[in-house]
């Protein structure tokens, strides 16, 4: 396990739901084969996650419904969750977010230099749709392959939201989702109640300090306070 250890800890970071890890008795060549492979039939992973060695989830296109509950207020927010493959998934991004209207706030999301499991939400209010898309499309590398970085764009005024998060998987709340559905659809992204998803199974992050460097300069062009 020590080589397993050294690699997570210098470019990986391991996510174990529960039970023994599936990388725990690999060999270096082993390891080395599964974290290469970014392919699973038509479904094409970006960098920034794999899998469990032993498949628990095997990542493919789609989506499902499902429901936040806000312990607060007590108030349930429909959410759809969806998975896109690399080709396409950075501009169903950009057009799952123009529902939002206009002006959104953005919320960048780490977990760079943070305890595993923990993040960092970083808050902008009111920026112009076309200007935040111009910022992103900068950091395009970043946002699709950095296992530290999400973003979160919504409009409180609705209220909407859509999440591309450290994932990559696409999250959309709102009372409304029909905009969103139809934009899947329009991918060909399917609606799969069964489906899982990565997050739902043991699986690793991959990140870099150059990746940790880009992320800074796009809290300094966003005009987040560093």
């Known amino acids: 396990m020590g080589f397993i250890k050294r690699i997570i800890k210098s470019t990986f970071r391991e996510q174990v739901p529960r ?32 899998p469990s060695y032993d498949l628990q989830v095997v990542p493919s296109t789609g989506y499902r419904h499902d429901k936040f509950r806000d312990e607060q207020s007590g108030v ?34 780490t977990s760079h230099e ?5 993040h960092e939400d970083l808050y902008r209010e009111n920026i112009d749709l076309p200007v935040l898309k111009s910022v992103l499309c900068e950091y395009e590398d970043l946002l699709l392959n950095d296992g530290c970085t999400g973003i979160a764009v919504l409009n409180p005024r609705i209220p909407m ?29 399917d609606c799969r109640e069964e489906m899982r998803f990565i997050t739902e199974a043991e699986h690793v992050h991959s990140s870099s300090e150059e990746y940790y460097q880009q992320f800074r300069e796009l809290q300094y062009r966003l005009g987040i306070d560093i």
């Open 19 to 50: 039970g023994r890890s599936s990388f725990e008795n690999l060999t270096e060549d082993q390891l080395e084969t599964h974290l290469n492979i970014a392919r699973y039939g038509s479904f094409l992973l970006t960098d920034a996650v794999r």
């Open 161 to 189: 939201e859509v999440q591309f998060d450290e994932h990559k998987l696409l999250i959309m709340y709102g009372q409304t989702l029909k905009p969103f559905e139809q934009i899947l659809s329009d991918y060909g992204v």
């Open 114 to 118: 943070q305890p595993s499991g923990n």
């Open 76 to 109: 349930e927010i429909p959410v759809i969750m969806a998975a896109a493959s690399r080709e396409f998934i950075f501009d169903l991004f950009f057009d799952l977010i123009d529902p939002l209207g206009p002006e959104v706030d953005v919320v960048l999301e």
